[in-house]
């Protein structure tokens, strides 16, 4: 006896439009967006730090873990959240 419907296995998986998918060239200009907006952000930070005590090593670790900091926060949490509302799925 043979069955002739697909088997369920075939039936599992998380399939998308293609009009759910953003191009290459939108990528390209959202990332270049995500840049501008982390350079800005460390920037702001620099001349901050500058404005209120000369540099020296306690400074540049500051800016160090600010700009780390930073760049977690936006990269990873905030665009977790907006893709998937949640951080923890």
Same mark, same amino acid.
């Given at each position: 006896m043979t069955n002739n #419907? %697909? #088997?369920p296995v075939s039936n599992f998986g998380v399939y998308y439009a293609s009009k759910d998918y %953003? /191009?290459?060239w939108k990528r390209v200009f959202a990332w270049c967006i995500d840049i501008i907006v982390v350079l800005s952000l !460390? /920037? +702001?930070? %620099? &001349? &901050? &730090? #500058? !404005? &209120?005590?000369?540099w020296s090593e306690f400074e540049a670790k500051l800016l160090f873990w600010l700009s780390l900091l930073t760049c977690h +926060?936006? +990269?990873v949490v905030l665009k977790t959240q907006i893709?998937?509302? #949640?951080?923890f799925g």
């Open positions: #419907s %697909a #088997s %953003a /191009g290459f !460390l /920037g +702001l930070y %620099a &001349i &901050i &730090i #500058s !404005l &209120i005590a000369e +926060l936006y +990269l893709n998937q509302h #949640s951080v």
